[in-house]
């Protein structure tokens, strides 16, 4: 009994050490949360250091106070999936569930219940006589999302043409618009200027 008893006081501690040990990066707790890196796989643990979200290699790494590493904010963390060559953003919540799946050519951490997300629209150029074939073009637009991923506001509505190529497309458009307060967004203009847009949030989703 004695022996059983010990075996059973063991495995905790052992599985324990299995998961704490060895690790390459352990980053601060961010909503409760704290990133942890084993070789090129991040996974998470809580306030008692359990393993909540297995490793994985989806997770995205973003530069936080100088580090670069997967963050939990508004309990949303980014993730990314390679189709075709190109790459696609989503988000997943705090049990690794995936909420918003990868479909955006790049995205910012939640801040306020708010990330900006680069979103892809589709147009029907019609028929190409010369050629024979049916044409379509893409365009991506610089839009505010909620945490489902519903979008709110479209900060550059006349969008940006693209060709959706991994040959034009080798690493993720860069996002020119910022959050700089709730519900103010700093918004970059054709001329390389900057105008400010309002977004309510309670009524933009």
């Known amino acids: 009994m004695k022996n059983l008893l010990l075996i059973w006081?063991?495995?905790?501690?052992?599985?324990?050490?299995?998961?704490?040990?060895d690790l390459d990066f352990i980053a601060p707790f961010n909503d409760g949360l704290a990133a942890v890196?084993?070789?090129?796989?991040?996974?998470?643990?809580?306030?008692?250091g359990a393993l909540v979200i297995p490793f994985r290699n989806?997770?995205?790494?973003?530069?936080?106070?100088?580090?670069?590493?997967?963050?939990?904010?508004?309990?949303?963390?980014?993730?990314?999936?390679?189709?075709?060559?190109?790459?696609?953003?989503?988000f997943i919540d705090t049990t690794g569930k995936t909420v918003i799946a990868p479909q955006f050519l790049n995205a910012t951490n939640f801040e306020n219940n708010a990330a900006i997300a680069l979103n892809i629209l589709k147009q029907d150029l019609g028929d190409n006589g010369i050629l024979g074939k049916h044409v379509v073009g893409y365009r991506y637009f610089e839009?505010?999302?909620?945490?489902?991923?519903?979008?709110g506001t479209y900060l550059n509505p006349k969008g940006t043409n693209m060709a959706l190529d991994k040959k034009y497309l080798k690493t993720p458009p860069v996002i020119?618009?910022?959050?700089?307060?709730?519900?103010?967004?700093?918004?970059?203009?054709?001329?390389?200027?900057?105008?400010?847009?309002?977004?309510?949030?309670?009524?933009?989703?």
């Open 58 to 90: 989806d997770l995205v790494v973003s530069r936080t106070n100088g580090l670069l590493y997967p963050v939990f904010q508004n309990d949303r963390c980014l993730i990314s999936t390679i189709k075709d060559g190109i790459t696609y953003f989503g």
């Open 143 to 151: 839009v505010v999302i909620d945490p489902y991923g519903n979008i």
């Open 9 to 21: 006081l063991i495995i905790p501690v052992f599985a324990f050490s299995q998961i704490t040990e």
């Open 176 to 205: 020119t618009s910022r959050q700089i307060s709730d519900q103010i967004y700093a918004v970059r203009t054709e001329n390389n200027k900057w105008k400010l847009v309002l977004v309510d949030q309670e009524t933009a989703f």
């Open 37 to 48: 890196q084993k070789g090129k796989s991040w996974g998470f643990i809580d306030q008692s």
